[in-house]
C-alpha cells in the first residue's frame, strides 16, 4: 500500500510510510542504486550486489514476494503491501538479473523471455487481481490488430490508450438505446440518460476516493481541467507579483495555463527542481514558498521520465504553508490507485482517454467549498438556474462548471472504464504495471548505445531513452516497421527534456495489458538494427 491506495482507510495509511520514508529506507538498503541505475544508463559496468533478502522496517522482506500468487494482493497485510513494491529496485546488470530471477522467483522465469530465450509460461498464468493477462488481453480488441504484417504492441499509452470491448459496447449501448441531451427532458430517453451520465460521475467520485459528486466536475480533458481550475480559482486571486508554483516535470497543460494567467495579472511562476535521476527535490520545492505564494500545480506522474513525484509530501507542504494546490493525474490515473480525500488534494484532473475511456471526456475533482468559491469557466445552458437580463444565478455544483451540452456518452464510456478497472483491482494494476517495468527497464539495459533518460526511484509507465547514432524519429519508424508503437518527439514536455540536455526521446509507456512479449518485442527489434 501507498500513501495513495484508494482503498486505504486513513487509519491503514497512518501506518504507511510516506514516499519520503520509503526512499529513506531504499537508500539505506540500496547505498548503491545511484551508482547502479548511471551504470545502466551508461552501460558502463554492472551493478553491485543487493541484498536478496533485506528485511524493511515495519515491511515484508525484499525477496520474500509470494511469486505463486504474485498479485493477488488479499494475501499480502495491508500496512506492508506498498512497502517492498514501490521499492524493489531491479534495475541491475543482466548477470545479477538472472542470479536475482533465480534467487527471488521461480515465477519471475515466467517472464524472462529476452534475458533467457526462454518462457515457462504465459500470459494465462500471470494472474492481475480477478482476471489473467491473457484474459485482460482479449478485453482490448485492437491488441489483436497487425501492423506492417506484424502483431501490434501498443507501446504508446501515455499519449493515449486503448479501448476495452465493454467500453466499446457501453457507448454502442448508450447510442443504441438510451441517447438523449441530459437533465432537460421529461421524457423516458431524458431520464435514461441522465441517469447513466449521473451513474458515470458517481463511479468517477468512487475510483478517486472524492466525498462526493457534486465535487466532479466533467470536462474534455486534463487541458481544458486545469484550465478551468487556472481560470475560475486561481485567477481572482492574482494581484502583480504574486506566485504560482509548478515542477520542472510538467506538461505543457500544466505551464502554459498558468503563463496566460500569469500575463493576465502580472503574477509571477516559479519551478520546482528536479535532480539527476528525474525526482523532484523537495527541500528545493520548500524553499520557493514566501508570502506571495497563491497557489501550487505540479504533475503526479512525468509523461516523459516516468517519475513518480512524492505527490504526498507536495501536498502536505503547500497545505503548511496555507496554499492550495492542483494534482494533473493524466499519467497516474491509469497506474496509480489514488484516493483524493486520503491525499487531501484540493484539486486533480486527469483524461478519460489515459484510462480506456473514450477522447473528449476527463473530470476534475475540486473540494466542494473551493469549487463553490470559484467562478464559471464557461456561461451557457446548463449553468444557470435562473436568467434574466439584469443578473444570473448559476447552478449548483458540479452544472456550474459544465455550460452546454457535454460528452454525454463518452461520460458514460468513462464511467465503465474506471468500472472496468475497478472489478480488476486498481492495487494489482499497479503492482503488476511495476513488475513490467523494472523489467523492460532490465531488459532495456541488456543494449549497447542506449542511453536512458530519468532514472528515479519511483517511476509508472513511462521510461524515455536516447540511441547512438539514431535520431528519435528513425527509431520510431524501425519500431514501427515492427508493429511497435512508441512515441518521440518532445512529448509536450519541452523544459524536462531540456534539463537532460535534449530536445527529443523515444518514450514507450506501459499499461495494464501489456505483456513481457511486447518488452521482448521491442528488445529484440531494437538489437536487430542498432
Ligand atoms: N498532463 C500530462 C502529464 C499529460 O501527459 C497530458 C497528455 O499527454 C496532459 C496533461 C494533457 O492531456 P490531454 O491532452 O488529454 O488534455
Known amino acids: 500500500m501507498t500513501t495513495t491506495d484508494r482503498n486505504a482507510t486513513p487509519e491503514e495509511l497512518a501506518g504507511v510510510p510516506s514516499s519520503l ?17 548511471d551504470a545502466v544508463a551508461s552501460h558502463s559496468g554492472s551493478v553491485p550486489a543487493q541484498p536478496e533478502t533485506a528485511a524493511i522496517p515495519g515491511g515484508a522482506e525484499f525477496g520474500a514476494f509470494d511469486w505463486q500468487n504474485p498479485f493477488g494482493l488479499p494475501s499480502v497485510p495491508a500496512a506492508n503491501a506498498g512497502t517492498v513494491q514501490a521499492y524493489a529496485p531491479k534495475v541491475v546488470s543482466l548477470e545479477q538479473a538472472k542470479e536475482s ?27 492481475i487481481g480477478s482476471k489473467t493477462l491473457a484474459q485482460i488481453r482479449n478485453d482490448f480488441p485492437i491488441l489483436s490488430e497487425k501492423v506492417n504484417g506484424r502483431q501490434l504492441v501498443w507501446l504508446d499509452n501515455g499519449a493515449t490508450t486503448q479501448k476495452p470491448q465493454a467500453v466499446i459496447d457501453r457507448l454502442a449501448y448508450f447510442y443504441e438505446h438510451e441517447n438523449s441531451n441530459v437533465h432537460r427532458g421529461a421524457h423516458a430517453l431524458a431520464a435514461k440518460s441522465t441517469d447513466a451520465y449521473e451513474n458515470a460521475r458517481n463511479v468517477v467520485k468512487d475510483f478517486i476516493g472524492a466525498g462526493s459528486s457534486e465535487e466532479i466536475v466533467f470536462v474534455r480533458g486534463t487541458t481544458e481541467a486545469i484550465n478551468l481550475i487556472a481560470n475560475s480559482y486561481v485567477k481572482p486571486l492574482l494581484t502583480p507579483g504574486d506566485e504560482i508554483i509548478v515542477s520542472i516535470l510538467e506538461h505543457h497543460a500544466n ?31 520548500e524553499k520557493l514558498f514566501t508570502s506571495r505564494t497563491k497557489f501550487v500545480a505540479t504533475t503526479h506522474v512525468s509523461n516523459v521520465l516516468g517519475t513518480v513525484t512524492p505527490i504526498e509530501e507536495l501536498v502536505v507542504i ?33 483524461s478519460g482517454h489515459k484510462v480506456f475511456a473514450p477522447t473528449g471526456i476527463g473530470a476534475v475533482y475540486g473540494k466542494k467549498e473551493l469549487l463553490d468559491a470559484a467562478k464559471p469557466y464557461h456561461g451557457g445552458g446548463n449553468m444557470i438556474a435562473d436568467v ?55 531488459e532495456m539495459a541488456t543494449l549497447r ?15 524515455a531513452f536516447k540511441v547512438d547514432g539514431y535520431s528519435d524519429e528513425e527509431i520510431g519508424k524501425r519500431l514501427d516497421e515492427f508493429g511497435i508503437a512508441v512515441r518521440t518527439g518532445h512529448h509536450c514536455a519541452q523544459p524536462v527534456l531540456r534539463r537532460f540536455g535534449y530536445e527529443s526521446a523515444v518514450r514507450p509507456t506501459l499499461a495494464l495489458y501489456n505483456s513481457p512479449d511486447d518488452i521482448d518485442a521491442l528488445v529484440k527489434a531494437l538489437r536487430s538494427f542498432i
Open 318 to 350: 503547500a497545505h503548511r504553508y496555507g496554499v492550495r494546490i492542483l494534482i494533473d493525474g493524466a499519467q497516474s490515473i491509469a497506474h496509480i490507485p489514488v484516493n483524493v480525500s486520503a491525499l487531501d488534494a484540493d484539486f486533480f484532473v486527469f
Open 388 to 442: 434574466t437580463f439584469e443578473r444570473t444565478i448559476y447552478n449548483a455544483l458540479p452544472n456550474k462548471f459544465e455550460a452546454g451540452t457535454g460528452s454525454i456518452a463518452d461520460a458514460v464510456g468513462l464511467g465503465a472504464a474506471l468500472s472496468y478497472l475497478s472489478e480488476i483491482g486498481m492495487p494489482c494494476v499497479y503492482r503488476w504495471e511495476h513488475e513490467l517495468l523494472q523489467y523492460a527497464l532490465r
Open 21 to 37: 520514508e520509503l526512499t529513506a529506507i531504499a537508500n539505506q538498503l540500496f547505498p548503491d542504486l545511484t551508482e547502479g541505475i
Open 449 to 463: 548505445g542506449v542511453t536512458m533518460i530519468g532514472t528515479a526511484l519511483d517511476k509508472a509507465s513511462a521510461f
Open 255 to 285: 505551464i502554459v495555463p498558468w503563463q496566460l494567467i500569469a500575463e493576465q495579472t502580472g503574477a509571477v511562476l516559479k519551478v520546482i527542481p528536479c535532480d539527476e535521476t528525474g525526482q523532484l527535490i523537495l527541500s528545493e520545492y
Open 101 to 127: 530471477e533465480n534467487a527471488v522467483s521461480a515465477g519471475a522465469a515466467n517472464y524472462a523471455g529476452a534475458a533467457t530465450g526462454e518462457r515457462t509460461s504465459g500470459n494465462d498464468s500471470i494472474r
